[in-house]
């Protein structure tokens, strides 16, 4: 019997290390030839590790969550044979770089402290630095009265509340209309009754400490990055869509067998392929450390998802070959394979432009995050029907904004503002999304 170890996989493009979010096998498994020992990340894609050959699992390393450089054994199994456990110890010592070790620092020893200063040093407790001057400790915490009202309270309570330094906004009164007795007084210092605002309910101290680890470390990370090095600036237009989503409707009523029904995302991403032919430069990567802007004459569209394990960006590509029923179908495509999770790696990467939508949760404006390198992200908010004066009446009609962000080092305001104001004319008049091309 030998050993067989297991390495990180290179998955290319350059990665270094890679995140272990899953393990499905555990010291003591038997396992097979193809068998799925776990499954990391790397960018946006999860990349199942596959076993080599049969044999019992009798180590493995990394937690998940874990970053692990390529090349690093992360599985050790039992085989027949002898394994390839010698071959991995003579690579190893082979790289093994000769760095002598920092020479170790001895740490100062820790300084006493007596009783008295320890205490002194303490924070407070929450609950007691949070209660307001006049409020005794053993008191639950809660608001003062609202503004301009005055507690009802006799001369003699008031002279000895001020005495004991108690705010008697604080103080809860059983009086006529709330009046404050010398009884609610007592009640009150000696921490008997409930002060004004609070509430008997237990509050919740709960605090669930939860590791971002995954997809939404990636989301997070990419975010994080994109909002630093790109100076995002946020156009907002309404569209009125009245006379699209009549034609929209009419479509849906007379589709054939197999054609996909229509939501108003294909409209918009045509309107986005026709008003990129007169703006090419938003169809474009943007390498800021070289200082070179690639600008595409393919349209692809990164199209964000969300999914149950957080939010992708699916890219249907060349959507300036594609029709509204053929985005539409290649849209519902890409969604059903990211919330599946069979989405492939090709088909999450190389979008030059984006769509977001959250549809009916659109709200009234957001602003969306550009995806890096990318100079542009078009943000869709929800249909609502608003009144619109027009020929002398207010009449209703179907109101959609968009809120869309643009690299301010690559896009000007004034080019940003055509860009929206030609996908607003197409989707006002939407025959001219058919007769152009």
């Known amino acids: 019997m030998g050993i067989h170890k297991i390495q990180m996989p290179d998955v290319g493009e350059g990665i270094t290390e890679a995140e272990i979010v899953e393990w499905n096998v555990k010291p003591g498994d038997v396992v097979k030839e193809d068998d799925v020992l776990a499954a990391v990340m790397t960018d946006k894609a999860t990349v199942e590790i596959p076993c080599p050959t049969d044999g019992t699992v009798v180590e493995i390393k990394g937690e998940i969550g874990e970053m692990t450089a390529v090349g690093s054994v992360i599985i050790a199994l039992e085989v027949e044979g002898d394994g390839n456990e010698a071959e991995i110890a003579a ?6 770089t000769a760095d002598t070790p920092p020479a170790k620092v001895e740490a100062a020893p820790a300084t006493k402290l007596d009783p008295k200063a320890k205490a002194a040093m303490a924070p407070p407790k929450a609950a007691e630095a949070l209660k307001p001057k006049g409020v005794p400790q053993n008191a639950p915490m809660g608001v003062p009265r609202a503004v301009g009202e005055k507690p009802l309270a006799s001369p003699a309570v008031r002279k000895r509340a001020m005495d004991a330094g108690i705010k008697l906004a604080y103080v809860h009164g059983t009086g006529p209309a709330g009046r404050i007795s010398h009884d609610d007084l007592d009640a009150y210092i000696s921490g ?22 995954g997809l939404r470390r990636k989301i997070a990370q990419r975010m994080q990055d994109a909002k630093q090095r790109i100076p995002h600036i946020t156009y907002v237009e309404e569209v009125d869509v009245t006379e699209l989503e009549k034609l929209r409707e009419h479509l849906n009523a007379n589709r054939k067998e197999h054609q996909p029904k ?9 309107a986005m392929v026709l008003a990129l032919k007169d703006h090419p430069k938003l169809s474009s990567h943007y390498d800021d450390s070289a200082d070179v802007l690639y600008q595409y004459g393919a349209a692809h569209i990164g199209m964000a998802a969300q999914t149950p394990g957080g939010l992708m960006v699916p890219v249907i590509r060349h959507a300036e070959t594609l029709d509204v029923h053929g985005l539409a179908l290649e849209a519902k495509r890409l969604a059903d394979a990211a919330r599946s999770g069979d989405i492939t790696r090709d088909e999450l990467t190389g979008s030059t432009i984006t769509l977001s939508s959250l549809g009916r949760m659109g709200g009234v404006v957001s602003t969306p995050v550009i995806n890096s390198p990318e100079v542009a992200i078009v943000g869709v908010n929800k249909v609502a029907v608003r009144p619109v004066w027009q020929d002398g009446a207010f009449i209703p009609r179907k109101i959609m904004n968009l809120s869309s962000s643009f690299d301010h080092r690559i896009v000007d305001g004034w080019d940003a503002a055509e860009f929206i104001q030609r996908i607003r004319s197409l989707l006002e008049n939407p025959a001219t999304l058919f007769m152009e091309g």
């Open 91 to 96: 690579a190893e010592a082979k790289h093994a």
């Open 262 to 270: 229509l939501t108003i995302l294909p409209f918009i991403m045509k």
């Open 192 to 213: 008997a009754s409930v002060p004004v605002g609070v509430s008997r309910v237990t509050p919740n101290l709960r605090v669930d400490e939860i590791k971002v680890i």
